[in-house]
């Protein structure tokens, strides 16, 4: 699910971004190995949070092959404020490490009820473009599927790990 559009805040308009991935697993159980993998994810020693390597495959953007361009950023969570029925995750913001040129962003990562054995895993928010009025070009241009690229490989990880991790440590429960 892509919903993408642009919101005027007090400076400049950011982007919106909702992207969401389903999970072969219980949300009762997947909330569990959702926050094990972000208490995984190893603190950065560049800035105060924890280290996010984000990921576009390059097949995404139409190019052939099976290549990536792979970008550390520094991540930090706080509780949600407003959880909705049966739903657990984290506001999450982040900042590229170092002089890289990608976006900001701030959201939430979550996990939903889906159905009894299946879950999802949504990150909503918004996200603006470095480079001022060229970046903003940019994202016109190309940079809106690159964002929607890198959203799914991010809930693809964390899909993965979650299912994984219930297919090995409850497989009585997993089938």
């Not at 993998?37 to 097949?59: F, H, K």
């Not at 440590?169 to 089938?175: A, D, L």
């Amino acid at each position: 699910m892509t919903d993408f559009r642009t919101r005027s805040g007090n400076r400049t308009p950011m982007t919106h971004l909702k992207r969401s991935k389903g999970l072969k697993c219980p949300w009762v159980r997947a909330i569990a190995y959702f926050d094990r993998y972000l208490a995984g994810l190893p603190e950065s020693e560049r800035a105060q949070g924890r280290e996010l390597r984000l990921r576009v495959p390059l097949d995404s953007l139409g190019l052939p092959g099976e290549l990536a361009i792979d970008r550390d950023v520094v991540t930090s969570f706080a509780p949600l404020t407003d959880p909705r029925g049966l739903e657990h995750g984290v506001s999450i913001g982040w900042t590229p490490v170092g002089n890289a040129a990608l976006p900001t962003f701030r959201g939430s990562l979550r996990i939903t009820a889906e159905a009894a054995k299946s879950s999802l895993v949504v990150l909503d928010g918004d996200y603006e473009p470095p480079l001022g009025a060229l970046g903003k070009a940019f994202d016109a241009a190309v940079g809106r599927k690159i964002a929607e690229a890198t959203g799914d490989e991010l809930l693809k990880t964390i899909a993965e790990r979650i299912e994984v991790d219930y297919a090995t440590e409850e497989p009585h429960i997993s089938r």
